[in-house]
């Protein structure tokens, strides 16, 4: 059933409107996606700031969790395997880390990327089970040849549908008065992704969820392509299947590492919903970082149930009605100083706002690993995890080492290669290393418990060969 909670705006200002749709067409986005976006330049003309404050968003105190999953969901899984997809999220190029093609072709154990990874997960599954389960890609443009590419280099990986589909962009919106972002001297600033929640949409004007469903697919599960934790589980599966769950989202305890992503939250009336901190007023920034009083947050691993979804989306016209995030950036990124816009965006967990019944799940810390900086890269690369002959990635040490890297050194990934010559040292026996200033590591060094770093020189600090750090 779908909630009535979010009305589709339907007094746009067509006169201002106009240009973006222009705009779009001419780009040759499809009718739906530009809907989509009318409905959200509607809320922001009409002064919406996509904030959701403290008191529509009351705290979870209590949730399923995994280790309570009993045989039954397990075996229920399992039955339905063959209606499941893996989805990943795979348009980054991992800028942030300095890099200029897809990050899913990183390379980050035993010399495989992360997309050979989990086109291996998926093999051992199909051997393990005797079912489809294909692989689906939402790529963008700069990702799509590249990724499609390394799969059909697979040996043997073949399946019934195409390995991807592309997300759209959408135009910027001058935040002085509104208007359509006209850049002249790079016009390709003049659009920007509208964030992940864009898959919907995406996945309804590609064809494929047409596809999928015509093909006897019934269950997605949604993960981002960093992160490797995020396998096909068949008791998290069986748990939608037998529950009849049109959407799930897996949670995990917030830490402190945790304190600026999104949280989960309920609304008055008890609907569960997403907040990310850009939709947090200012002065509630505290609040919300509080970790005791918003207690999980969201993996980005979500399962989605397909033919409610294509229900939803013909009733809605493609408008989902998912909470907006006004993003204020910088026309020109490398230009602080350029003028303001407005980047219109949504999330694809604040889906589970808009299904009745939508449910979220406290999943095992195992399953988020995702790796956003060189930092996450270099304990993943290290013998703290291991993988396993199916290719899942388990924790070798007793607990994750906790690492800080340096962002003036070792930020950028090339950066990073010339302080690690030789590959991450050894962390298994390692707690926390902080390393501070320039220092260049070489083979087989070993860190042992809680390990300090500090240098200010302004040559480089060799660790040498077969060093075993402890201490500061």
């Given amino acids: 059933m779908i909630l009535e909670r979010m009305p589709v705006v339907t007094g746009l200002p067509e006169a201002n409107f106009a240009p973006f749709a222009a705009k779009m067409r001419g780009e040759g986005l499809p009718e739906l996606v530009i809907n989509v976006f009318g409905h959200y330049y509607g809320l922001l003309a009409e002064g919406a700031t996509g904030e959701i404050p403290g008191d529509e968003a009351l705290p979870v105190t209590t949730l399923p969790r995994y280790e309570d999953l009993d045989e039954r969901y397990q075996a229920a899984g399992e039955a339905a395997l063959d209606k499941a997809i893996m989805l990943k999220l795979n348009g980054g190029l991992g800028t942030s880390m300095g890099m200029n093609g897809p990050k899913a072709l990183l390379r980050v154990k035993q010399g495989r990327s992360f997309l050979d990874i989990i086109a291996h997960q998926i093999s051992a599954l199909r051997e393990k089970y005797g079912v489809r389960v294909p692989l689906v890609l939402m790529d963008s443009f700069n990702t ?43 016009p390709t600033l003049e659009w920007c992704p509208p964030g992940h929640g864009d898959i919907y949409a995406a996945m309804a004007t590609s064809g494929i969820l047409d596809e999928l469903l015509d093909a006897g697919y019934e269950y997605a599960f949604v993960s981002n392509s960093d992160n490797l934790g995020a396998t096909l589980d068949p008791a998290i599966l069986g748990y939608v299947v037998e529950h009849e769950l049109p959407f799930l989202m897996e949670t995990a305890l917030r830490t402190s590492a945790d304190r600026k992503g999104g949280h989960l939250a309920r609304r008055p009336d008890g609907q569960l919903i997403l907040r990310e901190i850009a939709q947090c007023p200012a002065d509630e920034i505290d609040a919300f970082q509080d970790i005791d009083r918003y207690r999980f947050f969201n993996t980005n691993n979500l399962w989605i149930h397909l033919p409610t979804l294509q229900a939803v989306i013909r009733e809605r016209k493609g408008v989902l009605g998912l909470p907006l995030i006004r993003n ?46 060189n930092t996450d890269l270099l304990v993943l690369l290290s013998d703290a995890y291991e993988l396993t002959p199916d290719y899942n990635l388990v924790l070798a040490a007793d607990a994750p080492p906790l690492v800080r890297l340096d962002d003036c050194y070792y930020k950028l990934i090339d950066d990073a290669r010339v302080r690690f010559p030789h590959g991450a040292p050894s962390l298994i026996d390692c707690t926390a290393l902080r390393v501070t200033g320039d220092v260049r590591f070489g083979r087989d060094v070993r860190v042992r418990g809680d390990v300090t770093i500090e240098h200010d020189g302004d040559e480089p600090l060799w660790i040498e060969d077969g060093t075993i750090l402890s201490g500061t």
Avoid: C
């Avoid at 390394?150 to 073949?158: G, K, V």
């Avoid at 997300?167 to 935040?175: D, F, T």
């Avoid at 299904?355 to 195992?366: D, I, N, T, W």
């Fill in 328 to 373: 204020e950036k910088s026309v020109d990124p490398t230009q602080p100083d350029s003028p303001s816009v407005y980047q219109l965006e949504t999330a694809m967990g604040s889906a589970i706002a808009v299904f009745e019944g939508a449910q979220a799940l406290v999943a095992p810390r195992s399953r988020f690993l995702p790796v956003k900086n």
């Fill in 144 to 186: 799509h040849a590249a990724s499609v590419a390394a799969l059909l280099a697979q040996a043997d990986f073949e399946q019934d549908l195409p390995f991807d589909f592309l997300q759209h962009k959408v135009p910027k919106v001058w935040k002085a008065d509104l208007t359509v972002v006209e850049w002249p001297a790079d």
